[in-house]
């Protein structure tokens, strides 16, 4: 039983460290998006945001109105990867709804032919004033380039949670308006590799990983919490009760209790 136990209490430490582990990593990314990112809303830095959501990313925006005080900004950005040789490329847009007063709870941007229209709905990046057009399955930031294509849209809508114009603008976005997978492939083809900063002469990036290293005391303060409360506690558990009850021999205390027995007993 004292093996199991010990082994328990292994497994127990260990699952806790785990969970120490991804409670401070979560705790990091909260607060690196809470600065940075409110830095990013408040200097207009949408790289910020689209920069690192795709592989790749076009550093111009595809569409961009402002009405209203609102402003929304279309990015491309596209997945890319190797398959037998072979190239493939996924591009989307990435959508981005900003404004100069705090955004309400819900918008949504309608794209419309006269006869056909699709409605993209954004959701609030974390808790900042900015928001991202979500995709058809509402799951991530992203929509797929051919969705936008399907038809010839000439006009967009800014819409407020009871989906009332809040303005409306001329759009036009047509195939060769997209040209990362036309350059990706075209450099592909001539090196056998993916670009990283080859291609930044035509304004295409790849993506960048957000660095949170100046918040890493949040995790080395955690590690340290841990640390402590598991020393405290193995001692609790394995050590400290052998002063009050003993192991193979009794206590001084429970000496000194059996001996009031005894002499009661005479």
Same mark, same amino acid.
């Given at each position: ?150 038809? @010839?849209?000439?006009?967009? +809508? ?5 989906? #009332?114009?809040?303005?409306?603008? !001329?759009? %036009?976005?047509? $195939? ?14 001539? @090196?056998?590799?993916?670009? +990283? ?5 035509? #304004?295409?990036?790849?993506?960048? !990983?957000? %660095?949170?290293? $100046? ?52």
């Amino acid at each position: 039983m004292k093996i199991f136990g010990r082994v328990v209490y292994a497994l127990l430490a260990v699952f806790t460290f785990w969970f120490v582990i991804d409670y401070a990593r979560g705790s990091m990314t909260i607060q690196y998006f809470e600065n940075e990112g409110a830095q990013a809303v408040e200097l207009e830095d949408d790289i910020f945001f689209y920069g690192s959501a795709r592989d790749y990313n076009h550093r111009t925006a595809l569409y961009e109105s402002s009405d209203q005080g609102y402003t929304v900004s279309i990015y491309e950005i596209a997945d890319a990867s190797i398959k037998n040789d072979e190239i493939n490329v996924d591009s989307y847009i990435y959508i981005m709804l900003k404004r100069d007063d705090l955004l309400g709870s819900l918008y949504y941007l309608r794209f419309t032919d006269g006869t056909n229209q699709l409605d993209i709905e954004f959701m609030r990046f974390r808790t900042l004033n900015i928001m991202m057009g979500l995709n058809q399955e509402k799951i991530e930031f992203g929509i797929s380039k051919e969705v936008i294509l399907e038809n @010839n849209y000439t006009q967009v +809508l800014l819409l407020d949670q009871y989906k #009332n114009t809040i303005y409306t603008d !001329t759009f %036009e976005l047509v $195939a060769e308006d997209f040209t990362i997978e036309e350059r990706l492939v075209a450099f592909y083809n001539d @090196n056998e590799f993916l670009p +990283l900063t080859e291609l930044t002469d035509f #304004n295409i990036y790849p993506a960048f !990983t957000h %660095e949170m290293d $100046a918040y890493l005391s949040t995790l080395w303060i955690s590690l340290i919490v841990y640390l402590v409360i598991l020393i405290l506690s193995t001692y609790i558990v394995f050590f400290a009760k052998k002063k009050y009850l003993g192991k193979k021999k009794p206590s001084d205390i429970l000496i000194k209790e059996q001996s009031k027995y005894k002499k009661s007993d005479v």
